[in-house]
Every structure is written in C-alpha cells, then in structure tokens.
C-alpha cells in the first residue's frame, strides 16, 4: 500500500528530526520569502475587508489562518531571541503551576477538536519548541494524510509522543500536569 509507506517514512522523519529543508537558510531567501507572506496577507485581508461582516468562512480556512499566525509568530519569537537567549531563560529544575488562563486556551483547543494544536500550545509554555514543531508536523501529516490514515496516525503517533516525551516533560516543567494532561 503506497500510502501506508509514505506515512511511515514521514513519521520516521518527523520523529528523527530530519525533515528535509528547502536549502534556502540565507538571509536573501528569507527576506524575499517575507516580502512573499506580507504580499499573500495583503491580499487576504484586502478580500476579508471586502466582505460583509456577517459572511462566515469555512472551519478549515480559519483554523489554517490560525495555525499560520502561531507559526509566523514563533518565527518572531526565534529571529527576536537568539537560541543563546531562549536555552537561558528555561530553568525547569523546579516544576511551577501553569496558569488558569494557559489551561483555559489547552482546553478550548481539546474542545475545538485541534488536539495538535493544543499540544504545541503546551510545548510553547514549556520553551521547547522542538517538541512543539513536531506536533506541528505531525498534525500537517494528518491534515494532509486524513482520509487514508487520519485515525491511525492520531492514534498511533500522537499517543506514542504523548506518552514517550511530552508526558515526562510536562511532569518536570508543571505541578499541575495531571490536570494539564487530563485536558488534551
């Protein structure tokens, strides 16, 4: 079976760390790919503007926009603070309370039936992002897999991420991981 080969080897690759770059990591390619993302926004948000207020838009769109937005964000965040930077600021020698309002947005991903979503979201509170580009990864694969193994990948991958790294991890970084963990 084609696919079931396919999925395999992108999940060895995700779990290996070694998905294949596209090779354009000069500063060039990365300024003309932001002129490209701003032109594309632009361009969204010209036809958003255009309109009516009461229109809705499909689902999907809107959970590929916010996925976007998390994913532009994080570039922020990287390109602003040095790895250097980042890998000082983690300290999880001691396990601390996530916040109310933290476990409010984990539960309201589990609710919307974004799994990936609320399980990056975790990984983000805890610096590790990783483990959050994995996930990120991973629910790419099923988007894009859904009809031909959607159910086997979110059961298969997901769990065994779930208990092999992201458990342990939350149990070092929160007291309350439990209830964390309890929500996705």
């Given at each position: 079976m084609r696919y079931r080969s396919n999925m395999t080897e992108a999940y060895r690759k995700v779990v290996e760390?070694?998905?294949?770059?596209d090779g354009h990591t000069d500063v060039p390619s990365m300024k003309r790919l932001c002129k490209t993302?701003?032109?594309d926004v632009n361009a969204i948000e010209s036809k958003l503007n255009s309109m009516p207020s009461e229109e809705s838009i499909?689902?999907?769109?809107t959970n590929k926009m916010a996925k976007s937005g998390d994913n532009i964000n994080s570039c922020k965040d990287y390109i602003m603070n040095p790895?250097?930077?980042?890998k000082e600021e983690v300290d999880l020698s001691e396990a601390v309370e996530m916040p109310k309002s933290d476990l409010d947005n984990v539960k309201s991903f589990t609710d919307r039936n974004q799994h990936y979503e609320a399980r990056a979201y975790i990984c983000a509170r805890m610096k590790d992002d990783r483990l959050k580009s994995?996930?990120?990864e991973v629910g790419s694969l099923q988007d894009k897999y859904n009809k031909e193994l959607g159910f086997l990948l979110s059961r298969g991958v997901r769990d065994q991420l779930d208990k092999m790294v992201l458990l342990p991890k939350m149990k070092r970084a929160f007291k309350n991981w439990k209830e964390i963990y309890s929500s996705i």
């Open positions: 760390g070694k998905l294949k770059e993302i701003k032109e499909d689902t999907w769109w790895v250097e930077e980042q994995i996930y990120n």
